[in-house]
């Protein structure tokens, strides 16, 4: 073969992988096309967050943000696909192709927005913090420098660290930080006012009580985004408008908390 040839081949072969490349690898923007086209979405959840996402008596992924997230993706023609993972690797499954989308609780925060998108918030959070009911502490006001038990990397965590100056004890959920606190191995937890709500229901003899004070969590809560799909987010956007406006998201939350927690301040009320 000649060298003309040789160098003829070698460019249609070169040309030929970087068209497989490129089917096989889509380039970001087209995650609105690929949702519409598919008529599926992939989405990352923690899965164990009662009463946002968790697997219920039948083993089936039920939850204010299941049920939201499904909602909002009928909307866009689709069905969600969702993948359950554990939250310190939820994000970073984005960063890994698992998913591009995470529905989680998730506040927005300048460090998160500098690496994902994310939309206009679908509900609102207020947190408390639980101490054992023989602690000395009545109110957050009391706090200093109490050891609190939290997911290292959860908005809730960052909160109890950054905001209140609390030494942190990583936990890798709400179950197992309850336990440390009423053990005595942990001063105090920080979480969301539905979660306690939901698990002094289901536990009325428990041994924590809460402090007086409420913290809001800010920015909270929206969907993340993987970066450059700025026609999904807008889609998504005008979906949770719609379902905040037509009351659909708040009767999600009141199915499952018995109020209206969703961000019903997005639509002028």
Known sequence: MSVAKKISSLVIATLALAACTATSEPSSGQLLKQTQETHTLAVGTEGTYRPYSYTDNHGKLV?????IMKLLAEDLGAQVEFTVAPWDGLIAGVDAGKYPVVINNLAVSDERKAKYDFTMPYTRDVAKFAVRKDSPLTSINDLTTQTSAQSTTSNLGMLAKDTFGLPIVPVDGFVQA?????AGRAETTLNSLVTFKLYEENNP???IRLLDGEVETPGCCS???K???DNFVAELNKAIQRRLADGSIAKITEKYVGEDISAHSQVGE
């Open 205 to 207: 003899i428990s041994n």
């Open 227 to 229: 970066k450059g799909e």
């Open 178 to 182: 309850i336990d440390l606190v009423t």
């Open 63 to 67: 939850g204010i943000e299941i049920d």
């Open 223 to 225: 969907i993340l985004v």
